[in-house]
Structure formats: structure tokens, C-alpha cells
């Protein structure tokens, strides 16, 4: 990435995985920025977060391998099994980051963010905490966008990113009306688990000691499950069918005992693995739906990350959308060489990420089929061509369908950018 010649003022609204990557990628472009954040610190929030090699070199790119090696768990394969335990097909990590270049790494989401903030601030960022944003107003062409915040301040930038996740406000300021995420009838149960009681069960140790990644298969749900913090941890999400009412709060305490029923008869080790579970959070899962556009006519404002295009979780992939959507940003922000470029800018920002999210919440969609599928023919199909080699395109196993893998895995960020910025308008 080079840096613009001109340098812009910037504000980020949310502090998130997507709004600390953009703060990083238009810091290198050159240009000032300053994070809003609701909340009143950076904490300890979330579980655990599957980084692809997509998002691995971005990270990279960024001048953060070293720091984030720190905290990552390098997982050998990821295990595809069937609700009773039973082994379908498997795929080795090593061969994956030796074919897309890069590594495939699971983080507490915590130590991921943290390591974002660190870096954003590093770099010359503003990070303002307890500074929520209620409104905001759209500049003319060229002029500037300014948000009102909930203490009575207001703020002016060139150029503002609402990164403030799936139940957006700036979402809501730029369409003119509410518009809430849509529930997709699942949730997820998420809950983390200290392995020291794995470790002294013999049919337990292994999954802390063979740190891979495995996903279960069963009627109406499935279930995941990998090492944190150099084996300090383990990390669980189990998805099934969404029972938290409408109206209400989207993350709300689990029912330990209700959660255990759901999975009693799966694999035998799923139900160990939950009797040593004290406390668990069910989250309910929701999309957005597809906007015409993502930035303000005035080009003083877009959307980056879930408030643009919430990723549903069986890909794995919704924290890589949002920091491609940063590097994306970033890369273009780069070229520009005075404030009337920032319509180009965010002209070619989404024509390189409309479409790819899309695609990725599409393919979500199939995932959750194929996951999710009762014992009959089609999940005998499934597994059949998950056992094939070659596999065929569109088989269960998405990180390695050959129709879709190397696009969702290889995505290179100054490929697209080139790809579609206007010919002949060079560089700043």
C-alpha cells in the first residue's frame, strides 16, 4: 500500500474487529483517523475466532504477524465427523497456508482485538471510549460529515465509517429508518472450557493435545470445537434451532441442562465435554439483508464489516470479511490525491466487496444445509463427496471445494483494487 497525497480526516464509528482494521489500513494509506466506541474499554469479550489465510495475510501485511504469533493457536487439520462421532474426511492446515501463502490461526477473540487496538493506536490513531454516536449528517458533495454524539458533542470528518457492527445505527442513518437484522432461525450456544479436566480424562486429552479444529454434523445442528491460548482453553459453539424470543435481547444466558439435552444422544464425547460446562451464553444468529449501496451519495460516508453484510458463522469467515473490507478501504483511499477522489475511492471499495459478501453469506446459507442434515440420502451423498478425492465442487467441506476455496482463501487485496480501479487514473 502506498500513502495519498492528500491527507484526510477520518472517523470510525465502533471499535470492533472491522473498525480497528479500517483504522489501520487508512492509517498506513496516510491518513489521520479518530475510533468512536460506545463502550467504555476494550475487554475481555467473545470466545473464540477462526482466522483464515485470506485475513492471515492481511494481518500480516499490516506489520502484526509478530505480535499476534503471541496469542495464536496453529491448528494441524480440521476434523469433518458425524454426530456420533464418526469420521467423514479431514483436511491438513499445513498444506492449506502452503497453498494460499499464509496460515490458518484461532485466537480468543479478545487477544485478537487487543492486538488491533494496539496496533491502530501505534499507528497514530485516536481511539475515543465511551463516545456512542446517536445521529448523523450527511455533507453535501466535497463538504463534511459530521455525527452527534449521545453526551452532546459533535464531530466533523472528510470521510466517516460506520463499523459499529450487526445492529447498526449508522446503518440506520444512511437508509433514513429503522432497519433491524433479520433472525435466521438459529442461535449458537458459545461457552470456553479450562482444559484442565480434559486433560484428566483419557477420552478428552486428545483434543487438547492434538490441537485441531472439529466440526460435528447432526440432525438440525452441529457443533464445533478448538484449542485457545496455547491449550489453556476450549472453545465451543454449538448451533441449533433459535428459541430466544422475538423483541428481545440478541445474547442472552444459557440453560446449561437445556443445552446438554439438545446434544445427550450425539458423539458421547460432546456430552463429557458439556458436563464440564458451568456457564454458557446463547447468541441469536441473524443476517442483513443486501443493501443498493453502502456509502452516501455525498461520499462522506459507508458502511464496512456486519453493518453491511452480518456473515452467518459456517464459513468461519465473518471477522476476514470485515478486515478485507478494511484493507479494501485502505487500498483505496491510497490513491486518491485530493477530497473530490473520495467518491471514487468509495465507488471501487464496493464494487470489490459487494459481491464477494454476498457470495460468502450465499455460500453460508448452503453450509448451514449441509451441516444440518437428517440421516438419509443427502447426508449420505454429503459424505460420500467429502470423501472423494479430488473433491467435487460444492461438497460439505467448503475450505477445500475447489469451486469456491480458492477464491474464498486466495483473495488478494491489491489484485481486486487494480482490478477496478478506472484506467488510466494511476495512483494519488
Not at 493506536?121 to 450527511?138: H, N
Request: hydrophobic content about 40%; aromatic content about 8%; proline content about 5%.
Amino acid at each position: 500500500m502506498g500513502k495519498a497525497c492528500i491527507q484526510l480526516n477520518v472517523i470510525i464509528v465502533g471499535a470492533g474487529l472491522g473498525g480497528l482494521g479500517a483504522a489501520i489500513a487508512i492509517c498506513l494509506a496516510g491518513h489521520r483517523v479518530t475510533v468512536l466506541e460506545a463502550a467504555p474499554a476494550i475487554g475481555e469479550i467473545g470466545a473464540g475466532i477462526q482466522i483464515h489465510s485470506n485475513a492471515s495475510k492481511i494481518l500480516t501485511a499490516w506489520g502484526m504477524r509478530e505480535a499476534l504469533l503471541k496469542h495464536a493457536t496453529l491448528p494441524k487439520q480440521v476434523n469433518m465427523l458425524g454426530w456420533k462421532g464418526n469420521r467423514i474426511t479431514h483436511m491438513n492446515f499445513a498444506e492449506h497456508a502452503k497453498k494460499y501463502n499464509s496460515p490458518f490461526w484461532d485466537f480468543h477473540r479478545a487477544s485478537l482485538h487487543k492486538c488491533l487496538f494496539d496496533r491502530a493506536v501505534e499507528l497514530g490513531s485516536k481511539v475515543l471510549m465511551r463516545s456512542r454516536v446517536d445521529d448523523v449528517e450527511f455533507g453535501g458533495l466535497g463538504g463534511v460529515c459530521t455525527v452527534f454524539l449521545h453526551d452532546g458533542r459533535k464531530l466533523s470528518a472528510d470521510l466517516v465509517v460506520g463499523a459499529d457492527g450487526i445492529n447498526s445505527i449508522m446503518r440506520e442513518c444512511l437508509v433514513g429508518r429503522p432497519d433491524r437484522p433479520t433472525p435466521t432461525g438459529d442461535l449458537a450456544y458459545r461457552l470456553l472450557l479450562n482444559t484442565k479436566g480434559m486433560m484428566e480424562d483419557p477420552e478428552l486429552r486428545g483434543f487438547v493435545t492434538d490441537q485441531h479444529v472439529n466440526y460435528w454434523m447432526g440432525p438440525d445442528a452441529h457443533a464445533v470445537s478448538y484449542v485457545l491460548k496455547g491449550g489453556e482453553q476450549f472453545n465451543m459453539v454449538l448451533l441449533t434451532p433459535d428459541d430466544i424470543p422475538e423483541g428481545g435481547a440478541t445474547t442472552v444466558e444459557g440453560n446449561v441442562e437445556e443445552m446438554r439435552a439438545i446434544y445427550k444422544d450425539w458423539d458421547p464425547r460432546i456430552g463429557k465435554l458439556l458436563a464440564l460446562c458451568e456457564s454458557v451464553y446463547k447468541w441469536k444468529l441473524c443476517i442483513r439483508k443486501e443493501l443498493p449501496s453502502w456509502s452516501h451519495p455525498s461520499g462522506t460516508f459507508t458502511l464496512l464489516g456486519d453493518s453491511a453484510h452480518a456473515t452467518l458463522p459456517y464459513l468461519a469467515s465473518g471477522a476476514g470479511m470485515s478486515l478485507e473490507d478494511a484493507a479494501v478501504l485502505g487500498e483505496c483511499l491510497s490513491r486518491i490525491s485530493s477530497k473530490s477522489g473520495i467518491p471514487l475511492a468509495l465507488s471501487v471499495y464496493e464494487t470489490c466487496r459487494k459481491k464477494r459478501t454476498t457470495r460468502v453469506v450465499q455460500r453460508g446459507n448452503v453450509q448451514q444445509h449441509l451441516y444440518h442434515l437428517h440421516d438419509g440420502p443427502e447426508q449420505q451423498e454429503r459424505d460420500a463427496k467429502m470423501r472423494m478425492v479430488p473433491t467435487p465442487p460444492g461438497e460439505g467441506l467448503a475450505w477445500r471445494d475447489p469451486g469456491f476455496a480458492p477464491w474464498l482463501l486466495g483473495y488478494e487485496v491489491l489484485r481486486d483494487v487494480e482490478a477496478n480501479w478506472p484506467k488510466g487514473m494511476g495512483r494519488g
